[in-house]
T-cell receptor
Framework: AQSVTQPDIHITVSEGASLELRCNYSYGATPYLFWYVQSPGQGLQLLLKYFSGDTLVQGIKGFEAEFKRSQSSFNLRKPSVHWSDAAEYFCAVTSSYQKVTFGTGTKLQVIP | DVKVTQSSRYLVKRTGEKVFLECVQDMDHENMFWYRQDPGLGLRLIYFSYDVKMKEKGDIPEGYSVSREKKERFSLILESASTNQTSMYLC?????????????FGPGTRLTVL
């Protein structure tokens, strides 16, 4: 069965610092991978997704993620965090015509 | 602008009540989903529907049922609410076909069962 692990429950970074959120997946075939963001009081919004091609994926709001098959990882990065990035981030995995499995989320706190 | 709306942001019900959560999407999407979100557990799929009157169980369907009579509307029903169903409920929709299509989420309904 497919699964997603987000090892960090909570991360705190200073505004302007770089960010990396970790995601590891378990799936036998080629996965489709997603990062979603949930701002306080809102539903989830797609940041970016990978399903083929270039392993470095660019998303909205200045985020990027890199698919590393050898490490079963799909880490999310941003070079300079803004206070508005404070939110909860979810990694998710699926394959063709399978349900999407979400990770448990990482809450990001941004301090001035 | 794409939109998924949920009938209530906050709902308080008593144990044993029948509860209806409504979700409407305006994107003509084939797929609709109901998730439950709990701290430390992420999102767990309750039910999904890939067409009108069609439904499939997700990971945690016990205690829930769904209805999809029209393409744009997907209802989650708690036949007899219990305190362990206190949670945030998220509805989502997506285009039909492969599951790598983006899911669009509503703002959620926070349900408290007393």
């Amino acid at each position: 069965a497919q699964s997603v692990t987000q090892p960090d429950i909570h991360i705190t970074v200073s505004e302007g610092a770089s960010l990396e959120l970790r995601c590891n997946y378990s799936y036998g075939a080629t996965p489709y991978l997603f990062w979603y963001v949930q701002s306080p009081g809102q539903g989830l919004q797609l940041l970016l997704k990978y399903f083929s091609g270039d392993t470095l994926v660019q998303g909205i709001k200045g985020f990027e993620a890199e698919f590393k098959r050898s490490q079963s990882s799909f880490n999310l990065r941003k070079p300079s965090v803004h206070w508005s990035d404070a939110a909860e981030y979810f990694c998710a995995v699926t394959s063709s015509y399978q349900k999407v499995t979400f990770g448990t989320g990482t809450k990001l706190q941004v301090i001035p | 602008d794409v939109k998924v709306t949920q009938s209530s942001r906050y709902l308080v019900k008593r144990t044993g009540e029948k509860v209806f959560l409504e979700c409407v999407q305006d994107m003509d999407h084939e797929n609709m989903f109901w998730y439950r979100q709990d701290p430390g557990l992420g999102l767990r799929l309750i039910y999904f529907s890939y067409d009108v009157k069609m439904k499939e169980k997700g990971d945690i369907p016990e205690g829930y049922s769904v209805s999809r009579e029209k393409k744009e509307r997907f209802s989650l029903i708690l036949e007899s609410a219990s305190t362990n169903q206190t949670s945030m409920y998220l509805c989502a929709s997506s285009l039909g076909g492969p599951s790598y299509n983006e899911q669009f989420f509503g703002p959620g309904t926070r349900l408290t069962v007393l």
